[in-house]
């Protein structure tokens, strides 16, 4: 919408993963080279690890397109596949058929696809995007994938992107021989407030972005701080941030104008990717990791994990709580009704009574509502 507006050639804060704006930051420069070196190896494994919406898709994509004809490359984005199905997903993205075939013959099958490969000089890679949902025996299978060699000499090699909970998965003790494997891994971090400033002129300029709308230095450090330097938080934001300069036709975009949008986007479901506005020190620092010295962790139990459960577990607690608090208020307002009925009719009748002879609407629709134990403290409360 804002495009053509503003003379840009394209939308420059799209959330699809495009070469055209993969912007080289220290550790996304050295992931890079990870990637790189481990095609000139030809074996093992690379693997890059790091938060939701930090580039680890974009940098796999940047990578594919870089390659020359000497190299097969397919990319698949797991769930939690079994090793049969990531066997049938792998060879089906290969081009070879698989309907109807069992493991061991679509094993066959791709073997001698990479060996035809192999004749005509050129080799497999197979890239594994969102690594992290794969249980630990497909893990495993991607390993025996790689014993498919000839005079010594790997006949696919293989990337794994995932978030951090894949190290978990990867730090098993049954995964020894996995980790063996793995001749380099890095770790993304987002951006820190320079490199934020930076990967946004980046964007605008792959578009033909001529300074209009300019954005102010102070919005570049609220844009930080609200978004923790994660690529993909920063062109949600951003994006809102020029469509609103369009709609108020503003040539400038100040850290007024970027705290109003976010005022507005706190009431919408993107407005939760903006809720933590505290910068965490710690992860402004690019950082990167050899996952084989990282310290040991429990499968599948990370900080991360932990957290997103007392938040979910938060929520369903509070919308008990004002499920019953409703309830209760609902109960007060039938009895002050009744009682005014009864009293113009110049009748009395205790509470229970009351609640004997009325209908309410309750999802515990098997019990009475004297029944309820909260009807039950309640009524004693009261008397």
Known sequence: MYESHFGLSDKPFKLSPDPRFFFSSPHHEKATSYLKYGLSQGEGFIVITGPIGTGKTTIARNLVASLDDSIVAIQIATTRLTPEELVRLVAAKFGIPVEALG?????????????????QQRRALLLVDEAQNLPPETVEELRMLSNFQLD??????????????????????????????IIA????????????????????????????????????????????????????????????AYLEDLTVLKADDVRQVLEEMQGELSGSMMANNRLDNDNNKPHTSDINSSPTAPAGCTDTQATQTL????????????????????LDR?????????????????DGTILENEEFDSEDHDLTLQDKYWCKDLMAKRN
Request: aromatic share 6%.
């Open 185 to 244: 891994s890095c770790h993304l971090t987002p951006f820190d407030s320079q490199q934020t400033e930076k990967y946004i002129l980046h964007r605008l300029n792959q578009v033909g972005w001529q300074g209009k709308p300019a954005l102010s230095q102070e919005s570049f450090a609220i844009i930080t701080q609200y978004t923790q330097g994660v690529p993909r938080k920063i062109n949600i934001l951003v994006d809102r941030l020029f469509l609103y």
């Open 152 to 181: 010594d000499k790997p006949l696919i090699q293989s990337f794994l992107l995932g978030q951090e909970e894949l190290k978990g998965i990867i730090e098993l003790p049954e995964m020894e021989q996995f980790r063996q494997r």
């Open 311 to 330: 938040i979910a577990v938060s929520e369903i607690l509070d919308n008990v709580i004002e499920k019953k608090v409703a309830t209760i208020r609902h």
């Open 103 to 119: 493991k061991a013959e679509i094993l066959k099958r791709l073997e001698q696809y990479l060996l035809t490969l192999h004749q």
């Open 334 to 350: 039938l009895l002050t009704q009744k009682r005014k009925a009864l009293s113009e009719q110049k009748e009395k009748l205790d």
